[in-house]
């Protein structure tokens, strides 16, 4: 039989699916999509039974696969790819390296408005048999209601029906062959649409108008309308302006508006509706006069940021604290968008993109992205589509805008580099978006600016070893002097009795001299709510979550207790659980603490906390800031957040409450953490021509840590971290992975644990495998935990290979039977 040359060949799709599967899956390409198709296209794409997921074609060929009957792309949903190669080559890499699934860096990549979500619905079966088959009441109440030709959603029959378990009876209706259960896509992006009136082509003339407005002289109200749509749109000067119409909402503003008047004159054809699609971020004017102005030591920096760009794609900018980074981040933001390439500038939390993004506003307007969780699915959605289309070229985001479709990067900024929030803790991939970053401008051929006043070890280490360029700005702007940091020795004003609960005099004082002077402090906690615990005086009782092994902390303003790992929480209670004695007291401070003390301490003064329980609202943040910036806050009482990057002219104190916890926290990384986030505060202290104070609450003001604070001597504080890291054989010396295995039985997580380090230990040795160790909160949603920790050499190792080892024991350990249930994480250079 001789073979049709005119035959089209058949064309199959590998896609990443959003799922934890380790390969792509492979699906047939009807002939009729087979044009229109493209590597990055979203397809719709059945999976098992009866999902319907979003898929990202990655590759196109024309092999099919061998050990299964590929089914067919149900739908394509682009015209042009939504997703760049160079997007599928990061996810793919991301994958590896992190030791996840593709499908899961896909579904943490994408804003959930870009993947189409299905929703089950039920329905009579059109060759359904009902006779001679018996049904339960709540079967036949459900028929009936079918019967109507309703496709109920499950919720919707549990309602019809009033019942909590309509999954039996659903399936039992299945089973008998009367009923069946579909799918119905949905679209997740939802375009702003804005609603719009304008006149119809009959009344666009000055006589037909006036022959209107005599007819309507019994109609005040409509003629209230149609005048005033006209003096917005005066279409007697020029019929054009008519075609955009107005605003419907500009009409509802008018006096004696009635919403049946105009629907009148739409119906009498007088006017006609429509809609149009908008954007759903404002457009900002920029001031095309506000130039950048760099001081000497500034230019300096700038200058030898571009003299090591020439030579290597990455550079650490070490700038103290108010040193001036961000005018030199815009002025390199300006060049590389003048050369035609794009910009990615990444911040480590939502609270300082909202301060800097108003800053950059005044310089990039409009054209600037703004890319962050605070915004709705849809936002994120109009963002990621107008870099496709070209309108923005510079995004400002915090660590998820790493996946944003760039093309065409010339530069990615990521500012305070050391902060921990551009690690991703839950869910998979757990990436580092600065590292990351390095990675994006290997595949873009772009340049990496670090900046920081207080660098990583390792980026310090990578840097002093010529991995990176290093240019060092050692002045704050404008001649500002570094704040004075003090010790306050909290252990001996409790002997002297000179402390007021949790405030040492001096800074008590500190704060009162602070007011006088109608200048504005922060307080530091690193612990929200109002105190850790509370306890019974008399037995010692504590209530502890039900959940986790962790005590609940104490919240004022809700009147709960609220655990901080699962949110369970419980009301305060009025007696003790175990002696039922009505002497409960709360133990130590939280910001709520802190605020609620100030107010019976300094009661004059404004006092307002920023921590996760003031700042959930979407603008939670910019409000706080505002506020502040605006001198209608005096003292501002906060977590980690205000740490990082903030700028306030008028604060000349900060206080800094419970830095020995920060110090003795078990963790190789603790003083250098302690360090960084203890002058990052320090730093919003003086600006300009007023030094800044600094008071440090200690119980053990000789520790040598607090003197390279107070000395503000990152390079002491490196040396000594980098000698014990060497040592005790931590990065930046080795990689580390962190193994973590989950039960709802200690025992079992325990014993996974103890048998995947055994197995791991036949070929990596002892000395590279640690532990296990129970978690510092064992339990944690009804979970225990269970760590190893791996240490891995950078020299003469096979990385990958032994990832893939790795990857085989946990598979190993996770297929026999009394580990079915195990979890295992696996975190590749945890933070």
Request: with cysteine.
């Amino acid at each position: 039989m001789q073979q049709d040359d005119s035959a089209p060949l058949a064309l199959f799709a590998d896609v990443i699916l959003p799922v934890p599967i380790p390969r792509y899956f492979t699906y047939r390409v009807p002939t009729q999509m087979a044009t229109d198709v493209q590597v990055g296209s979203r397809v719709i794409v059945p999976f098992g039974q009866r999902k319907i997921l979003t898929a990202i074609v990655a590759t196109l060929h024309g092999n099919p696969p061998e050990n299964y009957v590929p089914k067919y792309v149900l739908e394509l949903l682009d015209d042009a790819p939504m997703v760049t190669p160079f997007q599928i080559k990061m996810f793919d890499w991301m994958a590896q390296y992190y030791m996840c699934h593709v499908g899961e860096v896909m579904n943490i990549a994408l804003p959930a408005g870009l993947k189409i979500s299905s929703l089950s619905r039920i329905q009579l079966r059109p060759d359904a048999v009902l006779e001679g088959k018996k049904f339960t009441d709540k079967e036949l109440k459900l028929l009936d209601f079918l019967k109507d030709g309703e496709a109920p959603t499950y919720d919707e029959a549990a309602d019809a029906i009033d019942t909590e378990n309509i999954y039996q009876v659903i399936k039992s209706l299945i089973t008998k062959e009367v009923v069946l259960v579909f799918e119905e896509i949905r679209d997740r992006y939802q375009p702003k649409m804005l609603k719009k009136v304008r006149l119809t082509k009959d009344y666009l003339t000055k006589g037909e108008q006036d022959k209107l407005l005599k007819k309507l002289e019994k109609f005040p109200r409509q003629a209230d309308i149609f005048l005033a749509y006209l003096r917005q749109v005066p279409v007697f000067r020029d019929w054009t302006l008519n075609e955009n119409g107005l605003p419907k909402a500009v009409l509802q503003q008018i006096e004696n508006f009635s919403d049946s008047a105009l629907r009148t004159l739409t119906k009498n054809d007088v006017f006609e509706e429509f809609e149009i699609v908008v954007s759903r971020f404002e457009e900002y004017d920029f001031e095309p006069t506000y130039i950048i102005r760099l001081s000497e030591a500034q230019q300096r920096a700038m200058d030898s940021i571009m003299q090591v760009f020439e030579k290597q794609p990455v550079a650490l900018l070490q700038g103290v604290t108010g040193s001036g980074k961000t005018e030199i981040y815009i002025e390199l933001i300006q060049k590389v968008l003048a050369s035609g390439s794009q910009v990615l500038f990444l911040l480590p939390e939502i609270a300082l993109t909202t301060q800097i993004v108003s800053r950059l506003r005044k310089v990039f307007g409009s054209s600037m992205g703004v890319y962050h969780s605070k915004f709705s699915d849809n936002e994120r959605v109009e963002v990621w589509q107008g870099i496709i289309s070209g309108r923005f070229s510079f995004v400002v985001g915090v660590r998820s805008a790493i996946f944003l479709p760039f093309d065409n990067l010339g530069l990615i900024i990521v500012d305070e580099e050391h902060e921990t929030s551009y690690k991703q803790q839950d869910p998979a991939p757990r990436y580092h978006a600065r590292d990351m970053a390095l990675v994006m401008a290997r595949l873009q051929h772009c340049k990496v600016l670090l900046g920081s006043a207080t660098p990583s070890i390792e980026t310090y280490y990578n840097a002093k070893n010529g991995r990176f360029g290093l240019v060092q700005l050692k002045e704050r702007f404008g001649d500002a002097a570094l704040p004075a940091i003090e010790l306050a020795n909290l252990k001996e004003e409790r002997k002297q009795k000179t402390n007021k609960s949790f405030f040492t005099a001096q800074l008590i004082n500190g704060i009162q001299d602070a007011l006088n002077r109608k200048e504005q402090v922060i307080l530091f906690q690193n612990r929200r709510g109002y105190s850790p615990y509370v306890t019974c005086k008399e037995c010692a009782w504590i209530p502890d979550c039900k959940n986790c092994d962790v005590s609940l902390t104490y919240h004022l303003e809700a009147h709960l207790l609220r655990c901080h790992y699962c949110g369970y929480e419980e009301p305060l209670p009025k007696r003790c659980n175990v002696c039922g004695s009505t002497r409960i007291e709360t133990i130590g401070l939280g910001t709520e603490r802190i605020e609620d003390e100030l107010k019976l301490f300094i009661p004059e003064a404004r006092v307002q906390r920023m921590d996760l329980d003031t700042t959930r609202s979407k603008y939670g943040y910019q409000q706080i800031i505002n506020d502040f910036e605006q001198h209608n806050i005096d003292i501002l009482v906060g977590t980690q957040m205000i740490s990082k990057g903030l700028d306030f002219d008028n604060v000349s104190l900060v206080g800094i409450f419970d830095a020995d916890k920060m110090l003795h926290f078990p963790d190789f990384r603790a003083h250098e953490r302690a360090f960084q986030m203890l002058l990052q505060v320090s730093g919003r202290a003086g600006r300009k021509d007023r030094k800044g104070r600094v008071i440090i609450q200690t119980n053990k003001p000789d520790q040598t840590i607090l003197g390279h604070i107070i000395a503000h001597d990152y390079e002491s504080m490196y040396l000594t971290e980098i000698e014990d890291r060497a040592y005790y054989f931590y990065p930046p010396f080795t990689r580390v992975i962190r193994l973590i295995t989950k039960h709802l039985e200690k025992d079992v997580s325990e014993k996974a644990a103890l048998t995947l380090a055994e197995n791991l230990q036949v070929k990596l040795g002892k000395a590279r495998v640690l532990g296990p160790q129970p978690n510092i909160v064992n339990r944690i949603r009804n979970m225990y935990l269970f760590n190893l920790l791996l240490k891995i050499e950078r020299e003469n190792v096979d990385l990958n290979a032994v990832k893939q080892f790795i990857r085989e024991k946990v598979e190993e350990i996770l297929s026999e039977k009394e580990f079915k249930k195990v979890q295992i994480v696996v975190d590749v250079d945890p933070a």
